[in-house]
């Protein structure tokens, strides 16, 4: 085999583990931190003051204001608070939306970042930042955003309601099937997006059926780490062009938008990455897109873009946007194809491939 990559592992500590939270205030320690401005968002405040709490005389603060998307206005609160509690170290405790206000905050001031994740999103592994500014998404990477330190903790993710557990999971399995076919794809990524996509298609139907299934919920979040680490690593295509073009033009939700459209750009995709895509096939029961539908739909996944309020003249308009920019994908596109495919996910129809 005659076979050429280049990989570059990725620097981050990661702990994984039921009760690894309260090694938060050791990892402080270790790296040589004083002062944890603990981050969140409202809902989870709670949990922020608990762990500044557990955290004790290194903590500085909580601030519960992270929101979805990082806006710019966020972050510049959030920056007073950093100068003015003196803070050294970010600790940000939720899902992407925390994360991304920690990054936001580390790519201004190159603060230490420690994540503890409670959602599947990935964004912990990953040195990208999205921020919104008058409603316009950018994205940027940069060395100083991806965090140093991520404790992965199964007990946090008990409560995570089953619906959220679903859309989460299927956008981390997006992370790993792009990255499959990824142009810049190494065997290490794949190795970690088909043990990503094992992880999930074992433990998500098990955390429907009980939610509090110690096993299954370390088996998804270990899945999440592998499918992030899979998006920081290589590039991503039509999936996530689609998802963000959706996301950013029609403020559809992140996650259930992931859901509902994996099975239709991976059957999209899946003749002209076949070999790629082929453990997809095996692991869903034979058929990339269809596959991924039935697995989908048995775990109660919304199906629907109509669901999401989206009408057919929002699709034209997607699939104007999404085209607009060419960028790599491994079938090229059109308009019409792109159209189409919208169209299916709109409808909620199984894919054929
Ligand atoms: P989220 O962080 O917005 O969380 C949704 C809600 O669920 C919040 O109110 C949160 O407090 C709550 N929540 C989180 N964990 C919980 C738990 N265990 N129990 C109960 N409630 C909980 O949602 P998300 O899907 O994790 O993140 C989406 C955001 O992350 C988007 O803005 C997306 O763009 C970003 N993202 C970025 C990257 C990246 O690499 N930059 C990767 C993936 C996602």
């Not at 999971?169 to 790993?176: I, Q, R, S």
């Amino acid at each position: 085999m005659n076979t050429r990559f280049s990989y570059a592992g990725s620097p981050a500590r990661i702990v994984f583990g039921d009760g690894s939270r309260d090694s938060v205030r050791d990892w402080i320690m270790k790296s040589g931190a004083t002062r944890a401005l603990v981050l969140s968002t409202p809902h989870q405040k709670p949990d922020a003051e608990a762990l500044a709490h557990d955290i004790g005389d290194l903590a500085c603060g909580v601030f519960a204001g992270a929101v979805m998307h990082t806006p710019v206005e966020v972050t510049e609160a959030a920056m007073k608070v950093v100068a003015e509690t003196r803070a050294d170290c970010v600790v940000s405790l939720g899902g992407g939306s925390t994360t991304g206000l920690g990054k936001a905050i580390a790519y201004r001031s190159d603060l230490l970042q420690i994540v503890v994740p409670t959602t599947y999103a990935g964004s912990e592994v990953t040195s990208i930042l999205g921020q919104t500014e008058g409603g316009r998404k950018t994205t940027v990477k940069d060395a100083k955003i991806l965090p140093e330190v991520v404790i992965y903790d199964p007990l946090l993710t008990h409560g995570l309601p089953v619906a959220m557990s679903v859309t989460s999971g299927l956008n981390a399995m997006a992370h790993a099937v792009e990255g499959l076919y990824a142009q810049d794809r190494n065997p290490i990524s794949s190795l970690m997006a088909v043990e990503g996509l094992r992880a999930f298609a074992r433990s998500l139907p098990e955390i429907v059926k009980a939610p509090g299934n110690a096993q299954a919920r370390s088996d998804a979040l270990y899945g999440a780490w592998l499918c992030g680490t899979v998006l920081g690593a290589v590039g991503m295509a039509l999936h996530h062009k689609i998802c963000h073009t959706l996301g950013g033009s029609f403020d559809t939700p992140h996650a259930e938008t992931h859901a509902i459209m994996l099975p239709h750009t991976a059957s999209f995709n899946a003749k002209a990455a076949a070999n790629e895509l082929a453990p997809v096939a095996e692991i869903f029961g034979g058929s990339v897109g269809g596959g991924l539908w039935d697995f989908a739909k048995s775990i109660g996944a919304p199906l629907s873009l109509r669901d999401l309020g989206l009408t057919e003249a929002d699709l034209d308009k997607a699939a104007g946007i999404a085209v607009e920019n060419p960028y790599w994908n491994p079938r090229p596109i059109d308009r019409g194809s792109i159209r189409q495919l919208l169209q299916n996910a709109w409808e909620g129809r199984r894919p054929a491939e």
